[in-house]
C-alpha cells in the first residue's frame, strides 16, 4: 500500500485521513476531455516513481494535457532503462494543497508512532515541478502545529497497516491543517539522515538497526522450548 500511490489513497479515504482529492487515470485516456472535467490546480502523479519524478503542477486544461504528455515520455524512459515490458498505463491528477510542505520522520513500535524528526522546508513547492532542496530541523512550527501533524502521521500509518520501523511522511499545511500527501515504509532519503544524532551521538541508521535487533531478541526470548533438547 505503501508503494501504490492509488492503493495509498483509497485506503486514506477510507479512513478519513486528511489528504489530496484524487482521480485515477489512463494514458490512453481521451486527455481533452478528461481535462474539462478537472479542478484546477491539480497535480499529475505517476502511481510508483520516487524522487518527485513526473509529478507536475497544472493549472488549467492545456497545462494538464502537456503535463500528462511530459510524464508519459518520463515512464517510457523508465520503462526502457528497466527493460520493462510496457510502461504503466495508469496515473493520479490530485488536488493541489496551497501551503507549507513539512516531512516526519518516525519509528513504529507495536503500531505506535514516534516522531524523531520535523523538517520544515522553506522553499515554497509550489510547481509546476516539485524539487526538494533544503530541508530544515528542528521545525519552527508552533507547538500545537507540530502535535496536528504527527497525529495526522499516526493515523495515516495505521491506515496503511505499517506496525514496526522506520516511516517517513510528507504533508502539506493547507487552509483545513494538514493533509498527507504520502508515507513510505522507510527512513529519509540523501544526505538528510546525517543531521540527525540521537542519546549519545547515535545516527539514524543505528537506531533503526537497533530496533529491529531489540525486537527479534523479544521475539527469540518470547519463545518457550516444549522439551529440554530444543535448547542449544
Do not use: W
Not at 476531455?33 to 505517476?46: D, F, R, S, T
Not at 497545462?63 to 515520455?73: D, I, Q, S
Request: glycine share 10%; proline share 6%.
Amino acid at each position: 500500500a505503501a508503494g501504490n500511490k492509488h492503493r495509498m489513497r483509497e485506503l486514506f479515504q477510507q479512513a478519513g485521513v486528511p489528504s489530496p482529492g484524487f482521480q485515477l487515470c489512463r494514458l490512453d485516456d481521451d486527455l481533452e476531455q478528461l481535462a474539462g472535467q478537472l479542478h484546477y490546480p491539480c497535480v499529475v502523479k505517476p502511481l510508483e516513481l520516487s524522487g518527485s519524478r513526473g509529478v507536475i503542477r497544472a493549472d488549467d486544461e492545456p497545462e494538464f494535457v502537456r503535463a500528462v504528455g511530459r510524464l508519459a515520455k518520463i515512464l517510457d524512459a523508465d520503462s526502457e532503462k528497466h527493460e520493462t515490458v510496457s510502461r504503466a498505463s495508469h496515473f493520479l491528477t490530485e488536488d493541489f494543497i496551497d501551503g507549507p510542505e513539512v516531512a516526519v520522520e518516525g519509528l513504529l513500535s507495536g503500531g505506535r508512532l514516534r516522531v524523531l524528526a520535523l523538517f520544515d522546508k522553506p522553499d515554497p513547492l509550489d510547481g509546476p515541478f516539485f524539487e526538494e532542496t533544503i530541508y530544515v530541523t528542528p521545525s519552527r512550527l508552533p507547538s500545537d502545529v507540530q502535535k496536528q501533524i504527527a497525529d495526522c502521521t499516526s493515523q495515516a500509518v495505521q491506515a496503511l497497516g505499517l506496525t514496526e520501523g522506520p516511516i517517513h511522511a510528507e504533508l502539506r499545511l493547507g487552509k483545513d491543517g494538514p493533509s498527507v500527501i504520502e508515507v513510505n515504509a522507510r527512513s529519509i532519503g540523501g544526505q538528510c539522515s546525517r543531521t540527525l544524532k540521537f542519546g549519545t551521538g547515535i545516527s539514524l541508521e543505528e537506531l533503526i538497526i537497533r530496533h529491529a535487533l531489540e525486537n527479534r531478541e523479544s521475539r527469540v526470548g518470547s519463545r518457550r522450548p516444549e522439551r529440554s533438547e530444543d535448547v542449544a
